[in-house]
């Protein structure tokens, strides 16, 4: 016996399938381009916690809502020699795991290697 569907069932169907599609779209919608301003605001809402020199501070929740975004990849491009010598690059490590471990062990965010992995 062959099942056929009624023309309501396949709207319905069509529909959901559609839904699906739509929620997928969303889901893997593309990170928002890794600017030189966004990079600054990203530092600037994370100054505290990174500061040289001076006793660890948990970051603020903007600190983390910013760096979430794209799982510190912005943040981490501008980890460089020059970063480290205004910024403590070994809290960096300290900032993802407060703020949910955005950093996988054994990577890289920028120059500095995270702690961990093989």
């Given at each position: 016996m062959v099942k056929t569907y009624?023309?309501?069932?396949?709207?319905?169907?069509?529909?959901?399938m559609f839904a699906l599609l739509v929620v997928r779209l969303v889901l893997l919608q593309a990170q928002p381009?890794?600017?030189m301003e966004r990079r600054d605001a990203e530092y600037f809402n994370c100054v505290d916690s990174l500061?040289?020199?001076t006793p660890w501070v948990p970051p603020s929740k903007d600190?983390?809502?910013y760096?979430?975004?794209?799982?510190?990849a912005c943040f981490c491009k501008g980890a460089?020699?020059?970063f480290s010598a205004?910024?403590?690059q070994n809290k960096l490590f300290k900032i993802s795991h407060a703020c949910g471990d955005l950093l996988v062990p054994g990577s890289y965010c920028g120059i500095y290697k995270v702690p961990g992995g093989v």
């Amino acid at each position: 016996m062959v099942k056929t569907y009624t023309h309501e069932s396949l709207k319905i169907i069509y529909l959901f399938m559609f839904a699906l599609l739509v929620v997928r779209l969303v889901l893997l919608q593309a990170q928002p381009p890794c600017t030189m301003e966004r990079r600054d605001a990203e530092y600037f809402n994370c100054v505290d916690s990174l500061k040289l020199g001076t006793p660890w501070v948990p970051p603020s929740k903007d600190c983390c809502e910013y760096i979430q975004i794209d799982s510190m990849a912005c943040f981490c491009k501008g980890a460089n020699r020059l970063f480290s010598a205004v910024f403590d690059q070994n809290k960096l490590f300290k900032i993802s795991h407060a703020c949910g471990d955005l950093l996988v062990p054994g990577s890289y965010c920028g120059i500095y290697k995270v702690p961990g992995g093989v």
